[in-house]
Every structure is written in structure tokens, then in C-alpha cells.
């Protein structure tokens, strides 16, 4: 059950990590008037912290399925 539920995550993560790197980038755009440079910059981290953590994860399931 935990594979399943660390499977489960992905694409959660893989959703929500780009949103709040878009979301943290627009709130900094206003604060600091740069127009829309810091949402891309953020929405691209976003992306990369999300597989970043996918990969993480299917590395940890897989140990887990390994051990059983």
C-alpha cells in the first residue's frame, strides 16, 4: 500500500509544484513591478522541482517494492 500511495503523489506534485512557483513569481512581480519575468522564472522552477521530487519518489517506491 505505501508504493501505491507514494505512486499516488506524482501527479499531485507534478500539478501543484509549477502553480506555486507561478503563483510565488506573480505575487513578486507585483511586489517588486517587474511585469511578468519572475512568473516564468518561478513557473520554470516549479517544473523542475517537480520532477526533481517525482524522481525521488519513484526512487523510494521502488525501494520499497524491492524490500517486499
Excluded at 508504493?3 to 507561478?22: H, S
Excluded at 506573480?26 to 519575468?37: E, P, Q, S, V
Amino acid at each position: 500500500m505505501r508504493v501505491v500511495g507514494l505512486l499516488g503523489m506524482i501527479p499531485i506534485i507534478l500539478a501543484v509544484a509549477p502553480l506555486v512557483g507561478y503563483g510565488l513569481g506573480y505575487l513578486l512581480d507585483r511586489w517588486l513591478h517587474t511585469g511578468w519575468a519572475l512568473r516564468i522564472v518561478f513557473l520554470v522552477l516549479g517544473f523542475v522541482a517537480g520532477v526533481r521530487e517525482m524522481l525521488r519518489l519513484l526512487r523510494r517506491a521502488r525501494q520499497d517494492f524491492d524490500e517486499l
